[in-house]
Protein backbone atom coordinates (compact mmCIF):
# COMPACT_ATOMS: atom_id res chain seq x y z
CA UNK A 1 0.00 0.00 0.00
CA UNK A 2 1.27 3.48 -1.10
CA UNK A 3 0.06 6.62 1.10
CA UNK A 4 0.86 10.08 0.39
CA UNK A 5 -0.76 11.73 3.03
CA UNK A 6 0.91 12.40 6.19
CA UNK A 7 -1.61 12.06 8.63
CA UNK A 8 -2.88 8.54 6.75
CA UNK A 9 0.25 7.66 7.06
CA UNK A 10 0.90 7.78 10.78
CA UNK A 11 -2.26 6.59 11.83
CA UNK A 12 -1.50 3.86 9.74
CA UNK A 13 2.04 3.53 10.75
CA UNK A 14 0.51 3.53 14.83
CA UNK A 15 -1.35 0.98 14.10
CA UNK A 16 1.71 -1.40 12.81
CA UNK A 17 3.41 0.39 15.66
CA UNK A 18 0.94 -0.88 18.16
CA UNK A 19 0.55 -4.59 16.87
CA UNK A 20 4.34 -4.99 17.19
CA UNK A 21 6.53 -6.03 19.36
CA UNK A 22 9.77 -4.99 18.37
CA UNK A 23 10.35 -2.19 16.27
CA UNK A 24 13.69 -1.31 14.37
CA UNK A 25 13.80 1.89 12.97
CA UNK A 26 16.32 2.43 10.11
CA UNK A 27 17.08 6.05 9.23
CA UNK A 28 19.00 7.99 6.71
CA UNK A 29 18.89 11.37 5.47
CA UNK A 30 15.77 12.52 4.94
CA UNK A 31 14.80 11.94 8.68
CA UNK A 32 17.42 14.87 9.55
CA UNK A 33 17.00 17.58 6.73
CA UNK A 34 14.44 19.14 9.15
CA UNK A 35 17.41 19.52 11.44
CA UNK A 36 18.85 21.57 8.67
CA UNK A 37 21.53 18.80 7.97
CA UNK A 38 22.21 18.84 4.03
CA UNK A 39 20.83 15.51 2.16
CA UNK A 40 24.74 14.93 0.65
CA UNK A 41 23.68 12.49 -2.17
CA UNK A 42 20.61 15.00 -3.27
CA UNK A 43 21.03 17.54 -6.17
CA UNK A 44 22.83 20.35 -4.97
CA UNK A 45 24.08 18.57 -1.92
CA UNK A 46 27.55 18.72 -0.86
CA UNK A 47 28.72 15.79 -2.48
CA UNK A 48 27.07 17.39 -6.20
CA UNK A 49 29.35 20.35 -5.05
CA UNK A 50 32.78 18.23 -3.79
CA UNK A 51 33.72 15.36 -5.00
CA UNK A 52 33.73 12.80 -2.07
CA UNK A 53 37.52 12.21 -1.03
CA UNK A 54 38.27 8.15 -1.19
CA UNK A 55 39.63 6.95 1.85
CA UNK A 56 42.77 5.82 -0.19
CA UNK A 57 43.63 9.13 -1.42
CA UNK A 58 43.28 10.12 2.42
CA UNK A 59 45.35 7.53 3.78
CA UNK A 60 48.30 8.53 0.35
CA UNK A 61 48.23 12.54 0.74
CA UNK A 62 48.69 15.17 2.79
CA UNK A 63 46.61 17.14 0.60
CA UNK A 64 43.86 15.46 0.72
CA UNK A 65 44.02 15.02 4.35
CA UNK A 66 44.18 18.57 4.42
CA UNK A 67 41.40 18.95 2.20
CA UNK A 68 39.38 16.74 4.03
CA UNK A 69 39.82 18.14 7.19
CA UNK A 70 38.61 22.17 5.24
CA UNK A 71 35.82 20.06 4.11
CA UNK A 72 34.52 19.36 7.73
CA UNK A 73 35.56 22.35 9.25
CA UNK A 74 33.13 24.73 6.74
CA UNK A 75 30.38 22.41 7.63
CA UNK A 76 30.76 22.69 11.24
CA UNK A 77 28.31 25.74 12.05
CA UNK A 78 25.79 23.55 10.55
CA UNK A 79 26.16 20.47 12.59
CA UNK A 80 26.53 22.58 15.66
CA UNK A 81 23.80 24.40 15.04
CA UNK A 82 21.86 21.17 14.76
CA UNK A 83 18.64 20.07 17.09
CA UNK A 84 17.15 16.60 16.87
CA UNK A 85 13.30 17.04 14.46
CA UNK A 86 10.37 15.64 15.53
CA UNK A 87 11.15 12.38 13.31
CA UNK A 88 14.49 12.26 15.95
CA UNK A 89 12.04 12.78 18.81
CA UNK A 90 9.09 10.24 17.61
CA UNK A 91 12.44 7.61 17.66
CA UNK A 92 13.27 8.31 20.97
CA UNK A 93 9.73 8.22 22.38
CA UNK A 94 9.47 4.91 20.93
CA UNK A 95 12.77 3.67 22.29
CA UNK A 96 11.82 5.28 25.73
CA UNK A 97 8.59 3.12 25.67
CA UNK A 98 10.42 0.17 25.04
CA UNK A 99 8.79 -0.38 21.86
CA UNK A 100 12.32 0.14 20.08
CA UNK A 101 15.33 -1.00 21.78
CA UNK A 102 17.71 -0.41 19.21
CA UNK A 103 18.44 2.46 16.11
CA UNK A 104 20.04 1.67 13.10
CA UNK A 105 21.40 4.82 11.02
CA UNK A 106 23.07 5.78 8.33
CA UNK A 107 23.54 9.17 9.53
CA UNK A 108 26.36 10.73 10.90
CA UNK A 109 24.77 13.79 13.01
CA UNK A 110 24.52 12.04 16.30
CA UNK A 111 21.19 13.54 16.71
CA UNK A 112 19.10 10.22 17.61
CA UNK A 113 21.63 10.41 20.63
CA UNK A 114 20.98 14.21 21.26
CA UNK A 115 16.78 13.29 21.02
CA UNK A 116 17.71 10.99 23.93
CA UNK A 117 18.62 7.87 22.37
CA UNK A 118 21.43 5.98 24.10
CA UNK A 119 24.33 6.10 22.80
CA UNK A 120 24.65 2.05 23.02
CA UNK A 121 21.21 1.79 21.62
CA UNK A 122 22.46 3.41 18.41
CA UNK A 123 24.06 1.39 15.73
CA UNK A 124 25.81 4.07 13.38
CA UNK A 125 26.53 1.87 10.37
CA UNK A 126 28.65 5.39 8.73
CA UNK A 127 30.19 6.43 11.98
CA UNK A 128 29.91 9.89 13.66
CA UNK A 129 30.92 13.19 12.80
CA UNK A 130 30.79 14.58 15.96
CA UNK A 131 34.46 13.68 17.10
CA UNK A 132 37.54 12.23 15.86
CA UNK A 133 39.39 9.45 16.20
CA UNK A 134 43.52 8.22 15.17
CA UNK A 135 42.89 5.65 12.78
CA UNK A 136 45.88 3.71 14.34
CA UNK A 137 45.76 3.74 18.40
CA UNK A 138 42.15 4.74 18.22
CA UNK A 139 42.75 7.67 20.50
CA UNK A 140 39.55 10.29 20.46
CA UNK A 141 39.77 13.78 19.68
CA UNK A 142 37.19 16.82 20.12
CA UNK A 143 36.84 18.40 16.38
CA UNK A 144 37.55 21.98 18.18
CA UNK A 145 40.66 20.52 19.45
CA UNK A 146 41.88 19.05 15.95
CA UNK A 147 41.30 22.62 14.49
CA UNK A 148 42.85 24.46 16.48
CA UNK A 149 46.55 22.26 16.21
CA UNK A 150 44.98 22.43 12.38
CA UNK A 151 45.04 26.60 12.11
CA UNK A 152 48.08 26.54 14.29
CA UNK A 153 50.50 23.95 11.95
CA UNK A 154 48.76 25.07 8.60
CA UNK A 155 47.84 21.13 8.28
CA UNK A 156 46.42 17.88 9.17
CA UNK A 157 47.54 16.83 12.48
CA UNK A 158 48.54 13.63 13.65
CA UNK A 159 48.13 11.63 16.64
CA UNK A 160 49.67 13.53 19.14
CA UNK A 161 50.11 9.75 20.75
CA UNK A 162 50.82 7.65 18.23
CA UNK A 163 51.79 9.66 15.06
CA UNK A 164 49.20 7.90 13.45
CA UNK A 165 46.32 10.03 10.72
CA UNK A 166 43.54 11.48 12.75
CA UNK A 167 40.21 11.60 10.83
CA UNK A 168 36.33 12.64 12.17
CA UNK A 169 35.26 9.30 12.92
CA UNK A 170 33.16 8.43 9.95
CA UNK A 171 33.17 5.60 7.16
CA UNK A 172 34.74 6.90 3.66
CA UNK A 173 33.92 5.91 -0.15
CA UNK A 174 36.51 2.89 -0.01
CA UNK A 175 36.70 2.38 3.84
CA UNK A 176 35.77 -1.43 4.91
CA UNK A 177 32.35 -0.95 6.69
CA UNK A 178 32.39 -1.61 10.64
CA UNK A 179 32.21 -5.31 11.01
CA UNK A 180 30.80 -4.96 14.76
CA UNK A 181 28.12 -2.36 13.81
CA UNK A 182 27.02 -4.32 10.45
CA UNK A 183 26.88 -7.60 12.78
CA UNK A 184 24.73 -5.56 15.48
CA UNK A 185 22.18 -4.56 12.48
CA UNK A 186 21.87 -8.11 11.19
CA UNK A 187 21.29 -9.14 14.43
CA UNK A 188 18.37 -6.32 15.15
CA UNK A 189 16.78 -6.85 11.51
CA UNK A 190 16.55 -10.92 12.15
CA UNK A 191 15.05 -10.57 15.77
CA UNK A 192 12.43 -6.99 14.82
CA UNK A 193 8.62 -8.04 13.89
CA UNK A 194 8.22 -4.64 12.29
CA UNK A 195 11.10 -2.79 10.12
CA UNK A 196 10.67 1.07 9.95
CA UNK A 197 12.78 2.23 6.92
CA UNK A 198 12.54 6.22 7.28
CA UNK A 199 14.50 8.57 5.31
CA UNK A 200 16.76 6.25 3.11
CA UNK A 201 17.30 6.05 -0.46
CA UNK A 202 18.00 2.21 0.05
CA UNK A 203 20.58 2.49 -2.63
CA UNK A 204 23.65 2.05 0.11
CA UNK A 205 24.99 -1.72 0.77
CA UNK A 206 25.06 -3.50 2.02
CA UNK A 207 22.48 -1.27 4.25
CA UNK A 208 20.25 -1.57 1.95
CA UNK A 209 20.29 -5.03 2.38
CA UNK A 210 18.78 -4.78 6.23
CA UNK A 211 15.17 -4.54 5.24
CA UNK A 212 15.14 -7.78 3.08
CA UNK A 213 16.98 -9.80 5.99
CA UNK A 214 14.22 -8.02 7.69
CA UNK A 215 11.40 -9.58 5.87
CA UNK A 216 12.89 -13.03 5.21
CA UNK A 217 12.84 -13.49 8.76
CA UNK A 218 9.16 -12.69 8.76
CA UNK A 219 8.95 -9.03 10.10
CA UNK A 220 6.81 -6.25 7.98
CA UNK A 221 8.39 -3.42 6.51
CA UNK A 222 7.18 -0.12 6.39
CA UNK A 223 9.08 2.86 3.97
CA UNK A 224 9.20 6.39 5.01
CA UNK A 225 10.50 8.56 2.11
CA UNK A 226 9.43 11.63 -0.14
CA UNK A 227 10.97 9.52 -3.31
CA UNK A 228 9.64 5.71 -4.10
CA UNK A 229 13.31 3.29 -3.68
CA UNK A 230 13.81 -0.01 -4.77
CA UNK A 231 12.33 -1.63 -2.01
CA UNK A 232 8.61 -0.31 -2.14
CA UNK A 233 7.51 -3.20 -3.88
CA UNK A 234 8.34 -5.44 -0.82
CA UNK A 235 6.97 -3.38 1.85
CA UNK A 236 3.50 -3.79 3.37
CA UNK A 237 3.27 -0.04 3.64
CA UNK A 238 4.97 2.75 1.76
CA UNK A 239 4.67 6.26 3.33
CA UNK A 240 6.02 9.09 0.84
CA UNK A 241 4.92 12.34 2.27
CA UNK A 242 7.05 14.85 4.77
CA UNK A 243 8.61 12.46 7.56
CA UNK A 244 8.47 15.18 9.97
CA UNK A 245 4.84 15.52 9.83
CA UNK A 246 4.19 11.67 9.38
CA UNK A 247 6.71 11.02 12.26
CA UNK A 248 4.87 13.75 14.65
CA UNK A 249 1.83 11.81 13.97
CA UNK A 250 3.69 8.94 15.02
CA UNK A 251 4.47 10.42 18.53
CA UNK A 252 1.32 11.70 18.44
CA UNK A 253 -0.21 7.96 18.80
CA UNK A 254 2.30 6.51 20.94
CA UNK A 255 1.87 9.30 23.64
CA UNK A 256 -2.44 8.59 22.96
CA UNK A 257 -1.75 4.40 23.27
CA UNK A 258 0.20 5.55 26.52
CA UNK A 259 3.80 3.90 24.82
CA UNK A 260 5.55 7.31 25.87
CA UNK A 261 6.54 7.59 29.22
CA UNK A 262 5.09 10.79 31.34
Request: hydrophobic letters at 45%; one cysteine or more.
Amino acid sequence: MIVTDAKEGGLRLVAMIEAAARVLPFTGAGISTESGIPDFRSPGGLWSRNRPIDFQDFLSSQAMRDEAWQRRFAIDATFRAARPGRGHRAVAALWRAGKADTVVTQNIDNLHQDAGVAPESVIELHGNTSYATCLDCGLRYEIPAVKARFERLGHAPACEACGGFVKTATISFGQPMPEAAMRRAVAAASDCDLFLAIGSSLVVWPAAGLPLHARKHGARLAILNREPTEMDEAADLVIRADIGDTLQSIAEGAAAAGLEEG
